[in-house]
């Protein structure tokens, strides 16, 4: 038993002493009880150096030498006070988290506030896993400071921001000062586009002239709105880049041979041999691949069925429900 109860004594010590609880929703406060400081290895041969110096005081009474030991270690305490309230009534918020594809590094913002009238410098911040923190920030009296954390991500869904740990050594570096966090902010994760590509499906539609069906391979590219193209086949990317009221110019999508494709990106026409990761992630790339070449295109994955669509709004729908898909029920 005394394994287990070990554990849960440890687990008990370092809930109370570091906060090692659920993430702390909205701005926190670093109250001097979550502040924590030792000496560091420069500070403890500072203590060695003035242990010597008060031993050859009392050796030889020398008074100067009472007078500049002391002075060092009234210093040194001025330091430790100093280190500990360089972390101490900083406020910290959670910033901005912008998705990313599996594989990539999830870019964590987060934000300190200082509303003291002194100012912070040389406060380092990092995640906890990562060892010693490595990006660092000055924070002036009355301001805000943001800093950036990656974190690596290897599977698709939520990525919840790991602990964070603030470190500072300032003014003297006698001491270090240090304290955690753990904020309430998350990044979506969506799933790794497939490489090498594959084609888009090219299953087609009758066109609007009555032309019949064709692949998405007709797909000719972009020129001059003409008279008489139909309204669905204008390039509304392309358009909103340039103005037309500023001097820029209607442009449409060309299509050989008169007839265009209708793109529907259906999860239950994959090939049954390949696994669920592999079928997310060629869903991915197909969202890519047709933003890309501004065909609009449907999607349909279990409960998702978005129409014929193109967009910011629609491409970030589709990829949202491939991360989340099988994890709807989490929060």
């Known amino acids: 038993m005394a394994g287990p109860l070990s554990t849960l004594y440890r687990k008990a010590r370092d809930q109370w002493l570091f906060q090692l609880g659920p993430s702390e929703p909205g701005e926190v406060t670093l109250t001097m009880r979550r502040v924590f400081i030792v000496p560091t290895r420069p500070g403890m041969a500072f203590a060695g150096l003035l242990l010597l110096m008060l031993i050859g005081s009392l050796n030889y009474n020398l008074g100067l ?64 896993a990562d060892g010693e923190p490595r990006q660092v920030t000055d924070v002036l009296a009355g301001g805000a400071s943001a800093v950036r954390l990656s974190a690596a991500t ?71 709105y003409q008279p008489g193209d139909p309204m669905r086949h204008l390039a509304w990317r392309q358009i909103a880049r340039h103005d037309p009221a500023l001097g820029g110019q209607l442009v449409t999508k060309h299509f050989d041979g008169g007839a ?35 065909l609009p295109y449907s999607f349909r994955l279990a409960q998702h069925d978005y129409g014929p669509a193109l967009g910011d709004a629609h491409q970030a729908a589709c990829l949202r429900a491939l991360a989340l898909f099988g994890h709807e029920g989490q929060p």
């Not at 270690?73 to 430790?80: E, L, N, S, T, V």
């Not at 599996?102 to 911040?125: I, T």
């Not at 939520?158 to 902010?185: D, H, K």
């Open 154 to 224: 290897s599977q698709r869904g939520w990525l919840e921001a790991p602990r964070v740990r603030l470190v500072t050594r300032f003014p003297l570096g006698l001491f270090r000062a240090w304290s955690y966090w753990r904020p309430a902010l998350r990044v979506l994760v969506y799933p790794a586009p497939e490489l090498p590509p594959q084609p888009l499906p090219s299953s087609g539609a009758a066109s609007e002239d009555g032309h019949g069906t064709v692949g998405l391979d007709n797909f000719a590219g972009i020129r001059s």
């Open 260 to 294: 265009v494709a209708e793109l529907c990106l259906d999860f239950a026409e994959l090939p049954p041999q390949l696994d669920l990761e592999q079928k997310l992630s060629r869903m991915a790339r197909w969202v890519l691949d047709a933003e890309q070449r501004a």
């Open 65 to 128: 030498g009472f007078g500049l030991t002391f002075f060092a270690g009234a210093c040194a305490i001025a330091d430790m006070y100093q280190t500990a309230h360089n972390l101490a009534r900083l406020r910290l918020a959670p910033g901005r988290a912008q998705p990313v594809f599996a594989g990539e590094a999830a870019q964590f913002e987060l934000l300190v506030h200082n509303q003291s009238k002194r100012d912070r410098y040389a406060v380092w911040l990092g995640f906890q």
